[in-house]
């Protein structure tokens, strides 16, 4: 029973219900006017701390496409919180007038923290360099709709694997999956940080390599997952500076990648995928976008307990 659940994290729904998640959100994508009245009556609030293009946008689609109404702030300093406004009372009032929320913070755990103190379903939608699981979901329903299921299928993850929130949170799901492996390409300073190998790949026996070269590997890959360098996370300048550059897929590394290698990446991209890649059919960006918002629809359907 997903109705007034949280979801914050990876863990925090089983594979049952992201089963049911995601089986709802392929019957939107095959009929979506057949929802166009679903959350009549009904209203979401974003809470955006941090900036947002595709995550703000395709919530706030996701419910008008329901039939449902939006209340929110984009930018915190047009709220009270430039007052001062604690965490804990900003989202107790806003349950005073919404019956869903979503929250994106630069703080890690801030989302949890707020759901403690509200009844109302509450959704991280990026804390931190930690975790994002509506993410997760969009890449999901991707990979569903290219390749029919997640199983045995090696994924590369190439970019900014320390401070990539979107990588933490698709590597915690996809470890709960057979066959998966992963190749995790960056620099040595942007690896994926210590709990994730630790607590999450050794844990579940989850093969992987650690490399520093896309091309030797890209002919085997399912999927790979590209990533901007998360400058917003670095301490100074002169390091992203540095590693910014590191990895650049162009066409011409393209033709290292095998047939029915599909790129993705959760956008906004930088330079790390060169414009010269969008036309190739392998190239699944944006339709990775649009899925976010199938998928978004499907959650607030389930968190609401319409369907
Ligand atoms: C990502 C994020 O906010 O973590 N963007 C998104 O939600 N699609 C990735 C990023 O900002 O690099």
Redesign the pocket.
Known sequence: MLKGRNLIDPSDFTREEFREIFDLAHQIVANPEKFNKSCEGKILATLFYEP?T??RFSFESAMLRLGGQIIGFSEPNSSSVAKGESIADTIRTIECYADVAVMRHPKEGAPRVASRYVKMPLINA?DGGHQ?PT?TLTDILTIERLKGSVENRIYGFCGDLKF???VHSLIKFLSNYEGVRFILISPEELRLPEYIREEILKKHHIPFQEVEKMEPYMGELDFLYM??V?RERFFNEEDYIRLKDRFILDREKMQHAGKETYILH???RVNEISPEVDDDPRAQYFSQAKNGMYVRMALILKLLGIY
């Open positions: 947002s595709r995550t990026g994002h993410q990539g929130r979107t990533t901007r998360q959760p956008l906004p």
